[in-house]
Protein backbone atom coordinates (compact mmCIF):
# COMPACT_ATOMS: atom_id res chain seq x y z
CA UNK A 1 0.00 0.00 0.00
CA UNK A 2 1.43 3.29 -0.85
CA UNK A 3 0.92 5.87 1.96
CA UNK A 4 1.96 10.12 0.66
CA UNK A 5 2.66 12.05 4.05
CA UNK A 6 2.69 16.28 3.80
CA UNK A 7 4.31 18.22 6.40
CA UNK A 8 5.64 22.02 6.54
CA UNK A 9 3.02 23.90 5.49
CA UNK A 10 1.89 26.83 7.95
CA UNK A 11 1.68 30.36 7.59
CA UNK A 12 3.76 32.95 6.77
CA UNK A 13 3.99 36.60 5.16
CA UNK A 14 4.72 37.73 1.91
CA UNK A 15 8.30 37.07 0.86
CA UNK A 16 9.16 34.45 3.60
CA UNK A 17 10.11 30.69 2.80
CA UNK A 18 8.49 26.81 3.62
CA UNK A 19 9.44 23.66 2.85
CA UNK A 20 7.08 21.30 1.82
CA UNK A 21 7.87 17.44 2.47
CA UNK A 22 6.67 13.93 1.49
CA UNK A 23 7.63 10.67 3.19
CA UNK A 24 6.45 8.13 0.86
CA UNK A 25 6.36 4.26 2.09
CA UNK A 26 5.17 1.57 -0.46
CA UNK A 27 6.92 3.22 -3.57
CA UNK A 28 10.60 4.15 -4.05
CA UNK A 29 10.66 8.17 -4.99
CA UNK A 30 13.99 7.10 -7.21
CA UNK A 31 12.05 5.26 -9.30
CA UNK A 32 8.57 7.32 -9.34
CA UNK A 33 7.39 10.71 -10.90
CA UNK A 34 5.72 12.71 -8.24
CA UNK A 35 4.61 16.24 -8.27
CA UNK A 36 3.17 18.76 -6.16
CA UNK A 37 -0.35 20.07 -7.07
CA UNK A 38 -2.15 22.80 -5.98
CA UNK A 39 -6.01 23.52 -5.07
CA UNK A 40 -7.58 25.97 -6.94
CA UNK A 41 -11.23 27.29 -6.41
CA UNK A 42 -13.47 24.09 -6.90
CA UNK A 43 -12.54 20.53 -7.40
CA UNK A 44 -9.10 21.15 -9.76
CA UNK A 45 -5.91 20.77 -8.83
CA UNK A 46 -3.25 22.37 -10.89
CA UNK A 47 0.54 21.03 -10.82
CA UNK A 48 3.17 23.18 -9.01
CA UNK A 49 6.50 20.68 -10.11
CA UNK A 50 6.67 17.74 -10.79
CA UNK A 51 10.00 15.52 -10.62
CA UNK A 52 10.05 12.32 -13.15
CA UNK A 53 11.60 9.29 -12.44
CA UNK A 54 14.46 9.76 -15.28
CA UNK A 55 15.21 13.15 -12.66
CA UNK A 56 13.58 15.71 -15.00
CA UNK A 57 12.01 18.59 -13.27
CA UNK A 58 9.07 20.66 -14.18
CA UNK A 59 8.37 24.07 -12.44
CA UNK A 60 4.95 26.50 -13.03
CA UNK A 61 6.41 29.49 -14.89
CA UNK A 62 4.43 31.40 -11.94
CA UNK A 63 6.97 30.36 -9.41
CA UNK A 64 9.95 29.56 -11.27
CA UNK A 65 12.98 31.23 -9.67
CA UNK A 66 11.22 30.68 -6.43
CA UNK A 67 10.03 27.21 -5.97
CA UNK A 68 12.37 24.08 -6.34
CA UNK A 69 11.42 20.38 -6.18
CA UNK A 70 14.17 17.98 -5.33
CA UNK A 71 14.08 14.41 -3.73
CA UNK A 72 16.39 12.54 -1.00
CA UNK A 73 16.31 9.10 -1.99
CA UNK A 74 18.03 7.91 1.42
CA UNK A 75 15.17 9.11 2.77
CA UNK A 76 12.66 7.80 0.24
CA UNK A 77 11.16 11.42 0.63
CA UNK A 78 10.20 14.50 -2.08
CA UNK A 79 10.57 18.08 -0.97
CA UNK A 80 9.20 21.65 -2.24
CA UNK A 81 11.54 24.24 -1.29
CA UNK A 82 9.31 27.66 -1.35
CA UNK A 83 10.61 31.05 -1.38
CA UNK A 84 9.64 34.53 -2.07
CA UNK A 85 5.96 33.56 -1.31
CA UNK A 86 3.10 35.43 -2.02
CA UNK A 87 -0.57 35.94 -1.24
CA UNK A 88 -1.35 34.04 -4.65
CA UNK A 89 0.42 30.84 -3.41
CA UNK A 90 -1.92 30.36 -1.11
CA UNK A 91 -3.60 26.99 -1.22
CA UNK A 92 -3.63 23.49 -0.17
CA UNK A 93 -0.64 21.39 -1.19
CA UNK A 94 -0.64 17.85 -2.41
CA UNK A 95 2.00 15.30 -3.03
CA UNK A 96 1.24 12.67 -5.75
CA UNK A 97 2.61 9.91 -7.62
CA UNK A 98 0.58 8.53 -10.41
CA UNK A 99 -0.76 4.63 -10.34
CA UNK A 100 0.44 3.57 -13.99
CA UNK A 101 4.26 4.03 -15.41
CA UNK A 102 2.56 5.83 -18.15
CA UNK A 103 1.49 8.90 -15.93
CA UNK A 104 3.59 11.20 -16.32
CA UNK A 105 1.24 13.47 -14.28
CA UNK A 106 -0.58 16.12 -16.06
CA UNK A 107 -0.87 19.96 -15.48
CA UNK A 108 -4.18 19.50 -14.54
CA UNK A 109 -6.21 17.19 -11.97
CA UNK A 110 -9.25 16.24 -10.26
CA UNK A 111 -7.75 16.84 -7.08
CA UNK A 112 -7.93 13.27 -5.10
CA UNK A 113 -9.15 11.30 -8.63
CA UNK A 114 -8.41 7.31 -8.28
CA UNK A 115 -6.02 6.89 -10.63
CA UNK A 116 -3.01 8.17 -8.19
CA UNK A 117 -1.78 8.34 -5.08
CA UNK A 118 -2.54 11.48 -2.88
CA UNK A 119 -1.06 12.90 0.13
CA UNK A 120 -3.83 14.12 2.59
CA UNK A 121 -2.85 17.67 1.22
CA UNK A 122 -0.93 20.56 4.14
CA UNK A 123 -2.28 23.96 4.10
CA UNK A 124 0.13 26.82 2.74
CA UNK A 125 -0.95 30.28 3.84
CA UNK A 126 0.52 33.52 2.80
CA UNK A 127 -0.48 36.90 4.40
CA UNK A 128 0.60 40.47 2.66
Known amino acids: ?5 ESGGGSVQAGGSLTLSCAASGLTVADSTMGWYRQTPGDQ ?17 SVKGRFAISRDNAKNTLYLQMNSLKPEDTGVYFCVAPR ?6 TIWAVCGNRFRYW ?7 VSS
Open 1 to 5: EVDLV
Open 45 to 61: CELVSRYSSDAITYTKD
Open 100 to 105: SRDDTL
Open 119 to 125: GQGTQVT
